[in-house]
């Protein structure tokens, strides 16, 4: 009743319960009723895959399913994650560079990279290429290139040979643009009543990507508590020396540039942050 109320009059709600006490279901009836009936959409954004899951895959069938009879007609529902866990189909087809040697081996798992575990085989875990064949066999198959979709998963090094950032996307320029996974994605979004997303994609349509989610007139932020940390981490950037080493051979290998004093500049930066304490400063960057 107070999430409906809230819906009506466009007063911001603020709801605590214990778990398995049915929150979603507390929300998404109200809110898919509104969607529908008020031609409004609602974004609804979670903090972990898990719940994600749980929303598109269970809650919102059951929720529009019941409602299907008092409302005038289906509720459309769409999905919306961020660029790299959607397969790339250009990179697929050679588009891009191979990863370099260092880059495929060196960069660590992200923490999430547990939702996705590789297959287990009599001699142990998938190897990398098993990994990276049985992706390029997927991508012949999937309509949604979603990474989710991919059962047994694969490791994030795997999973990078198939997919790109938003900032390496050529966008409107793609030759595959016709056949893009998060184009469609987001298509399909802006067509839907209900959208479920993540907190990290709220915190790119704040930090000014405006086009990231659709227009929307109501939002719902399930596990709010996680959202301040979410955000944060979406909006924080690292500089090291390995990302100014990376920065560097992109340039050389896309930009055909000499990458002297960026190579320089980063052997110096790596000089003094190394003596530093780990942590934020705040009073500011040390001179």
Not at 7 to 19: D, I, K, P, Y
Not at 132 to 158: C, F, H, K
Not at 207 to 231: F, K, M, T, W, Y
Not at 258 to 280: W, Y
Request: aromatic share 4%.
């Amino acid at each position: 009743v107070a999430v409906a109320e809230s819906l009506r009059t466009g007063e911001h709600l603020l709801v605590q319960a214990g778990t398995g006490t049915g929150k979603s279901l507390g929300y998404l009836v109200p809110a898919v009723r509104h969607a529908v009936r008020a031609d409004e959409r609602v974004v609804v954004s979670t903090a972990t895959l898990a719940l994600q899951r749980q929303v598109l895959t269970r809650d919102l069938p059951l929720v529009t399913t019941a409602l299907a009879s008092h409302l005038p007609r289906q509720a459309q529902i769409a999905l919306l994650k961020g660029w790299q866990n959607y397969l790339c189909v250009h990179k697929v087809a050679g588009g891009y560079p191979s990863d370099e040697q260092g880059t495929l081996f060196d960069v660590p798992e992200r923490p999430g990279a547990a939702e996705h575990p590789p297959e287990e085989t009599e001699s142990g875990r998938e190897s990398l290429g098993d990994q990276v064949v049985r992706l390029r066999e997927w991508a012949e198959e999937t309509t949604t290139g979603d990474r989710d979709d991919l059962v047994p998963g694969v490791s994030d090094r795997a999973w990078r040979q198939v997919s790109v950032t938003a900032m390496e996307c050529l966008g409107g320029q793609c030759p595959m643009l016709a056949q893009c996974f998060p184009e469609a994605a987001r298509a399909r979004s802006r067509e839907a009543d209900v959208v479920v997303t993540n907190h990290a994609m709220l915190g790119i349509a704040a930090s000014g990507s405006p086009n990231v989610l659709p227009e929307h007139q109501v939002i719902v932020v399930d596990e709010a508590h996680e959202l301040a940390d979410r955000v944060t981490a979406q909006a924080t950037a690292e500089l090291s020396l390995p990302t100014i080493e990376h920065a560097a051979r992109l340039a050389r290998r896309h930009g055909g540039v000499p990458t002297t004093d960026l190579d320089t500049a980063g052997q110096h930066l790596a000089s003094v942050i190394v003596p530093l304490p780990e942590g934020r400063f705040p009073q500011g960057l040390p001179e």
